[in-house]
């Protein structure tokens, strides 16, 4: 057989409950089961102690039976054996019952195994869903945080269609996301320079993001006024940025950010300066004119002490002059960074006219000068009223620091077709080697100049980085002292031939 | 001899306009001054002046706008005009009018000896240098 077998008599107490039963057969399969020999004959308290405590279902279950005669099945968990056993029971007499017994511990284990696994299951589930969670609600506070960001911003596609723009766009630009995601940036917006006349197409920032560009440049300090739909505008400063992935240009970003205030208070500094330089342009203009006619003997003969002092009194004047002007310099190129207009321009006729500028001081200290301009040279890109100073600046310094008789280089060449390469190079004063470092600070003049040319600002050739810079330029020089100085200056080019 | 020229002097500082007067007038020229823009536009239509000098930054009426009214009138239209002033030739809007109402030259005044300017009107009225 292939159940255990057992046949009993059940044992009452006094109330009729069940508390014992005696064993009166049981098969080889018994035995295996449970583990218990010879128990025939025997109480079950005694062959399994304990058992009314631990399984009071088995003796309530067998007593049930044993008094109804009605046949019960029921699985347990026998403690003491440590086995899982199915059993059936049946009373062919009463107060007797047989049982049949099977063990299921496999059943049992495969039953609590899946158990055990769908609950696994469920609690990775569980934390799967509250991963995906926490990823959403991170990627809904990332794009909340970009969508809210204080500056205008919108995506395109690598085809020009906006493909996101958030709340402040849609407020500076008085447009809906709705309306304008998946259409094409140029359809939706409009923007003008500064002398209203409107942006085409192939200028457009975004556009110079999109095409052209295999490496992550940015094209940043763009200013142009953005058009509402009900035809009104401001000012905005721009950065467009290809998004470059794998290689390949899959769509730009725009960034920008009214700039009205910003503007106001530019142009309310720039006027502020430009009225105290002509404040202080006019005093300086009186003593100038006065001095000049009374050293004249306009007014009177002057002897040789009198005119000494007098061309002192000028000397002072004029560098009081020179100083206003390069102040007024100065603060126009600091305030000016903030925009930057650039337009092609012809850098021979910029170089040839700063030669010009200065044939007086060249005839007078006797350089002879040698000019080296290859007329292939590409436009350059610059803003025209600034970029006179470089050429002003580093000239006269060449002129200024040149011993008499001296000798001034001034070549203009193309450096393989992408840059321009200009130098002034002089076989003057030179520059001591442990000030070097100092040379394009504000202010700064090395020791050998000071003494013997009281005159200089110490602001020119900070004047001449700072504007090369901004066109995107390097400067930079070699110099010894008593050898002289050359100075090179390289700029990108256009890109267009004239 | 020669009528000395005439030379209207728009210029509102006293001691400016006083030097220019002075030293026009030992070059032989003949000055009349002008203290600001108004009385300027009203001495060059009275008057016709053989060359302008003119400041831009003035009370009552600023120099482009008096050069704009002058432009207007006929004989205006054509009178030589040097300005002459301390404001920096940078702002776009001055350069414009600059451009608009062409005046012969455009001098800062602390960059320009009297002299030089002399040679200047010499120049734009193609009289001998002296």
Request: hydrophobic letters at 40%; aromatic letters at 8%; charged letters at 25%.
């Amino acid at each position: 057989m292939l159940d255990g077998f057992a046949y009993c008599q059940m044992i009452f107490d006094a109330q009729g409950r069940p508390v014992d039963f005696i064993y009166l057969l049981v098969n080889k399969k018994f035995n295996e089961l449970t583990g218990l020999k010879g128990v025939v004959g025997k109480k079950v308290t005694e062959v399994i102690p304990g058992i009314g405590k631990d399984n009071p279902e088995i003796l309530e279950v067998y007593g049930r039976v044993a008094s109804t005669g009605v046949p019960e099945k029921f699985e347990t968990y026998v403690k003491r054996l440590d086995v899982w056993l199915l059993i059936s029971v049946y009373s062919p007499k009463k107060g007797f019952f047989a049982a049949l017994f099977e063990d299921i511990h496999i059943q049992k284990k495969v039953e609590m195994d899946l158990a055990n696994e769908t609950l696994a299951i469920r609690n990775l589930l569980s934390d799967i869903k509250i991963q995906k969670n926490e990823v959403e609600t991170a990627k809904v506070k990332e794009e909340t945080a970009l969508l809210a960001i204080g500056d205008g911003l919108l995506s395109t596609d690598e085809n020009g269609k906006i493909t996101l723009i958030n709340k402040t766009a849609e407020n500076l630009l008085n447009l809906r996301s709705e309306d304008v995601v998946g259409k094409s940036y140029s359809e939706v917006i409009t923007i003008e320079n500064e002398k209203n006349v409107i942006v085409p197409l192939d200028k457009r920032p975004i556009k110079l993001a999109l095409t052209g560009i295999t490496t992550n440049t940015n094209h940043s300090g763009f200013f142009y006024y953005y058009l509402r739909k009900d035809k009104t505008k401001f000012p905005a400063a721009m950065t467009v940025t290809p998004i470059i992935l794998n290689n390949k240009v899959i769509g730009a970003i725009e960034i920008f950010r009214d700039i009205t205030k910003e503007k106001e208070i530019n142009k309310a500094k720039t006027e502020f300066v430009s009225l105290a330089s002509h404040q202080l342009r006019t005093p300086l203009t009186a003593i100038s004119w006065y001095t000049e006619m009374i050293l004249n003997g306009d007014v009177g003969k002057v002897h040789a002490q009198q005119k000494k002092y007098l061309e002192e009194v000028y000397h002072g004047n004029r560098r009081m002059v020179e100083l206003v002007n390069t102040l007024l310099n100065v603060s126009r190129i600091e305030l000016g960074t903030f925009v930057i207009k650039q337009e092609p321009v012809d850098v021979i006729a910029m170089a040839e006219s700063s030669l010009d500028e200065q044939k007086f001081n060249i005839q007078h200290r006797n350089l002879k000068i040698t000019t080296n301009f290859d007329k292939n040279v590409p436009q350059l890109l610059a803003d025209p009223k600034t970029f006179p100073l470089v050429f002003q600046n580093i000239l006269s310094n060449a002129i200024d620091y040149s011993y008499s008789g001296g000798k001034i280089d001034f070549s203009i060449e193309n450096d393989k077709g992408k840059n321009i390469l200009i130098k002034i190079s002089d076989n003057g004063l030179g520059i001591p080697k442990n000030q070097q470092h100092q040379i394009f600070t504000k202010l700064f003049r090395a020791d050998n100049i000071i003494d013997k040319n009281t005159d200089g600002t110490g602001l020119g050739l900070y004047i001449a980085k700072s504007i090369v810079e901004s066109s995107g330029g390097k400067i930079w020089f070699e110099s010894e002292e008593n050898k002289g100085s050359t100075f090179f200056i390289s700029l990108p080019a256009d890109g267009q031939k004239k | 001899m020669e009528t000395p020229k005439t030379i209207l002097v728009v210029e509102d500082e006293k001691a400016l306009c006083d030097a220019i007067m002075d030293f026009l007038t030992r070059e032989n020229f003949s000055p009349i001054a002008a203290r600001n823009g108004r009385e300027g536009v009203e001495l060059a239509l009275s008057r016709h002046p053989d060359l302008i000098l003119l400041d831009l930054v003035m009370p009552e009426m600023d120099g482009m706008t008096a050069l704009k009214k002058i432009r207007e009138d006929a004989w205006g239209a054509n009178v030589p005009v040097i300005i002459l002033t301390n404001l920096s030739p940078t702002d776009e809007k001055l350069v414009e009018s600059i451009i608009t109402f062409k005046p012969a030259h455009y001098l800062v005044k602390s960059d320009w000896k009297l002299r030089d300017v002399v040679k200047k009107i010499n120049e734009t009225l193609k009289l001998p240098s002296s």
